[in-house]
């Protein structure tokens, strides 16, 4: 590893919950969920997500989450080779029970057209999230655990409070290895899936 990388080794035991929101959703069906069901779930605002037939649930991103997201993409998008496409927010259906919605993604250009409402592991080469204070714990384990499961190369977590840092996994059989912690103030130079290089300071606009 170059100045500036460190390995992270935090490892997290997570449950799939339904988190509190503001706003009181009464979802119909029950437990074990279906993506099938998720068809059905109202329009609230809320992210829903499967995890082996467990809901987890997200509000709405605030606006510094926004942001990042916004800026990432903006960087993927102007490195991405013509038959690849950086989205945001894309449907992932992996199995009838586990269902998931990253904040980013990196997908077959040629899926976007043919794949209907949702992408196949398949068509992805990289997932991200940005952590937030009621992601976390998915974000740094239960989502590491359920995109290697689903066979995708790459997955970034981006830590806003830490600079922000960003982490980078990278598949190693039916697992990630440990992630590469890339910090603000140093030039990441990765490879996957694509060659880009920048500062993880440019992921969060301070100024």
């Given at each position: 590893?170059?100045?500036?990388?460190?390995?992270?080794?935090?490892?997290?035991?997570?449950?799939?919950?339904?988190?509190p929101?503001?706003?009181?959703t009464?979802?119909?069906?029950a437990?074990?969920?279906?993506v099938?069901?998720?068809?059905?779930?109202?329009?609230?605002g809320?992210?829903?997500?499967?995890?082996?037939?467990?809901?987890l649930?997200?509000?709405?991103?605030?606006?510094?989450h926004q942001d990042?997201?916004?800026l990432?993409?903006?960087?993927l998008?102007?490195a991405?080779?013509?038959?690849?496409?950086a989205?945001?927010?894309?449907?992932?259906?992996?199995?009838?029970?586990?269902?998931?919605?990253?904040?980013?993604a990196?997908?077959q250009?040629?899926?976007?057209?043919?794949?209907?409402?949702?992408?196949?592991?398949?068509d992805?080469?990289?997932?991200?999230?940005?952590?937030?204070?009621s992601?976390?714990?998915?974000?740094?384990?239960?989502?590491?655990?359920?995109?290697?499961?689903?066979?995708?190369?790459t997955?970034?977590?981006?830590?806003?409070?830490?600079?922000?840092?960003?982490?980078v996994?990278?598949?190693?059989?039916?697992?990630?290895?440990?992630?590469?912690?890339?910090?603000?103030?140093?030039?990441?130079?990765?490879?996957?899936?694509?060659?880009?290089?920048?500062?993880?300071?440019?992921?969060?606009?301070?100024?």
């Amino acid at each position: 590893m170059s100045e500036g990388e460190t390995p992270d080794t935090e490892w997290v035991t997570a449950m799939a919950t339904i988190e509190p929101t503001e706003q009181r959703t009464v979802l119909p069906g029950a437990p074990p969920y279906s993506v099938d069901d998720l068809l059905k779930f109202p329009d609230d605002g809320n992210r829903y997500e499967l995890f082996n037939g467990s809901l987890l649930v997200s509000p709405a991103p605030l606006p510094p989450h926004q942001d990042t997201i916004f800026l990432t993409q903006i960087i993927l998008h102007k490195a991405a080779p013509r038959h690849l496409r950086a989205m945001t927010t894309i449907n992932v259906r992996v199995s009838e029970q586990d269902f998931f919605i990253p904040d980013l993604a990196v997908v077959q250009r040629k899926a976007i057209h043919t794949t209907g409402p949702m992408f196949s592991p398949q068509d992805v080469l990289l997932v991200g999230e940005v952590v937030s204070p009621s992601t976390k714990l998915r974000d740094r384990a239960l989502k590491v655990e359920a995109y290697a499961a689903a066979g995708i190369p790459t997955y970034w977590r981006i830590e806003l409070n830490e600079g922000p840092t960003l982490y980078v996994y990278t598949l190693d059989g039916d697992s990630y290895a440990s992630p590469i912690a890339y910090k603000a103030g140093t030039v990441a130079h990765l490879t996957e899936p694509f060659p880009v290089s920048f500062d993880p300071a440019e992921l969060q606009d301070l100024d």
